[in-house]
């Protein structure tokens, strides 16, 4: 154990198919993919920090929803290029750690925001009067610092259980690093580390079921009420949207890590593993960019007239 923490080994990662014949097209497309993620989810943020009428709770914790999105981007994207560009699919146990830690703890606080998220449409649909009461600037920081404080301490304490224990085995069938596929690589017991992961899943399956919940309440009150009606279609879907995503990208990761890799063909494999750093933080920003009218319609604004400045610029 001491071994790993004063000489870090140097583990290996999965090579992408016929990487010779399109290394430089699986950079361009893994770049472009960065840039896109890193450009919508920036866009929005800015477009909720300049105007004024988004200082709303809702639209504070999208905001956050991308800023987490552009973090665990960050945790994927360099090194895969940066693996590309050497063409060396190698990684050592520190930085293997580190990047465990970033893409699992945005993963996690992508949930646990939802389910704020979830908690503040409750209170805008269900309870009305009640919602600037509640939902005050300083209960908006605490929810925010909660929904990062939580995932990121669960994650600080998965990737330990996990950097202490004894490798006898050093590659990792992955593009990257992720906790199970290093708790594999040890030949000791993994009974704790089982125990940890069944107890945070029990955790953040319980946010999904108070989210099901809220959801229920949700469409019982928009029932009996047609402004309800018009606030859950304009504001409820991208937020359903965005859970079935989020649903969809961690089941993937866990059939992946844990169930069936090594029979899966690779293009699959290859599929299942990156769903979880494309799709989330792609889709996340667009649904709520284009479903919710008062983001889509500065977001247009914003980009005609930044459009206008330049074209004046270039013309003077």
Known sequence: MMDNMTYPVILTLMVPKETKSYRHVYFICFLALYVLILSI????????????????????????????????????YPKILSDLILDSYVISSNMCTLQTFVIYSSLLSDITILTVMAYDRYLAICKPLDYHSKLTKNTCVKLVLLSWIVP???????????????????????????????????????FVNNVFGYAMTVIFLSFIVFIVVSYFELIAACKASLVNRKKFWQTCLPHIFSLIN??????????????????????????????????PPVFNPLIYGLSIRAVRKRVFTSCVASRVNVSQTIKT
């Open 41 to 76: 989810n920036i866009r929005l943020v800015m477009v909720i920090v300049m105007e004024k009428a988004l200082h709303e709770p809702m639209y504070i914790f999208l905001g956050y929803l991308c800023v987490n999105g552009v973090y665990g981007a960050s945790g994927f």
């Open 152 to 190: 990121n301490s669960l994650s600080v304490a998965s990737v330990l259980l996990s950097k202490f224990r004894p490798f006898c085995k050093y590659h990792i069938d992955k593009l990257y690093c992720d906790n199970w596929s290093i708790v594999k690589l040890s030949c000791a017991s993994n």
């Open 246 to 279: 989020f649903t969809a990208a961690y089941l993937f990761d866990i059939m992946y890590s844990r169930y069936g890799a090594n029979y899966l063909p690779e293009s699959l494999r290859n599929f299942l593993a990156l769903e979880l750093v494309i799709v």
